[in-house]
């Protein structure tokens, strides 16, 4: 027996008629009972007695049925995986992210993810922009988040969010009383900057220099949240971006608005040429999502 003349006597056991049964499988009446018949060419022996107008079956049938039923329940087993599969409710995601993020944004969104999704397995690496790229690109991981992504040939890059600097310093700073701190205001403040040569790095230097005030970081990080946490200690002050430095790690600090904007832009990396799974669809869904609201809340916070 193949495993659609499995279902068509389960269904025949279950109804009792080829009219109900041909109902439940999506055929026709005559279909099942064609189909009825070669199962008993095949089996040698009669599975049903006709009575009226039901289908009785014999106690060979019944035998039959006793090594079909786990068979069927398999089959049952083997549908609500290839569903559950197609709505994204199973699988595996290996994300991959730089700290920053992983700090400020992925605990959140892992949390609601696996709420939604319970049976999902996830995987999530935390490496420096570069590798990051790498790992998308050699198929390490399947999505990636990261701040000012570099082309690649590998990977596809789609911006969602433009994230602010903004400057964060001790409350018994000056500048915590500043409703805007700006390149003049930090002419004699240790700063704690991004690493020389990095994008970010580049803008902030040309904001400086547009209003003649001298770029001279004291500290260059390639982490920022290395930056918050040697403020925090008590030295000098950041400029970073607004969702590290609302991360909720570094409320002992004020974080005042940088001017003039100089944005940082959030990108998804996926790989070129490689069809993402539902699940990790979802993945990247709620987190573009999630971080949206959070940056529409802290800017309609912001005083």
Not at 71 to 77: D, G, P, R, T, V
């Amino acid at each position: 027996m193949n495993l659609r003349q499995i279902e068509v006597f389960r269904s025949v056991m279950a109804t009792g008629t080829t009219v109900a049964a041909a109902q439940a499988l999506g055929m026709s009446q005559s279909a099942v009972s064609i189909a009825l018949k070669h199962i008993e060419t095949q089996a040698g022996f009669t599975l049903f007695l006709r009575s009226a107008n039901r289908l009785m079956p014999t106690q060979e049938a019944k035998l039959l049925f006793e090594e079909v039923a786990p068979l069927s329940l398999m089959q049952q087993i083997v549908n609500q995986r290839v569903q559950d599969i197609r709505l994204g409710h199973i699988g595996r995601v290996r994300v991959v992210a730089t700290s920053e993020l992983t700090e400020a944004l992925m605990p959140m969104v892992v949390q609601q993810f696996l709420d939604l999704y319970p049976d999902v397995y996830l995987s999530l690496e935390t490496k420096p922009l570069p590798l990051a790229i790498a790992a998308v690109e050699d198929g390490l991981a399947d999505i990636g988040f990261a701040m000012e992504p570099s082309e690649s040939y590998g990977i596809e890059l789609t911006p969602f969010a433009d994230l602010r600097m903004v400057c964060l310093c001790a409350r018994s700073d000056p500048l915590a009383l500043l409703p805007v701190v700006t390149p003049r205001d930090l002419e004699f403040s240790r700063l704690i900057c991004p690493m020389t040569g990095t994008g970010v790095a580049d803008l902030l230097a040309s904001a400086f220099l547009a209003v003649g005030a001298p770029y001279n970081p004291r500290i260059e990080v390639r982490f920022l949240n290395a930056a918050a946490r040697i403020v925090q200690e008590g030295w000098g002050v950041a400029l970073l971006d607004e969702v590290t430095a609302h991360s909720g790690r570094y409320e002992d600090l004020v974080v005042v608005p940088f001017e003039p904007v100089v944005p940082r832009v959030l990108s998804t990396i996926a790989p070129r040429g490689r069809p993402m799974s539902v699940t990790t669809q979802r993945f990247r869904d709620l987190f573009v999502s999630l971080t949206q609201e959070r940056l529409a809340g802290l800017r309609e916070a912001a005083p």
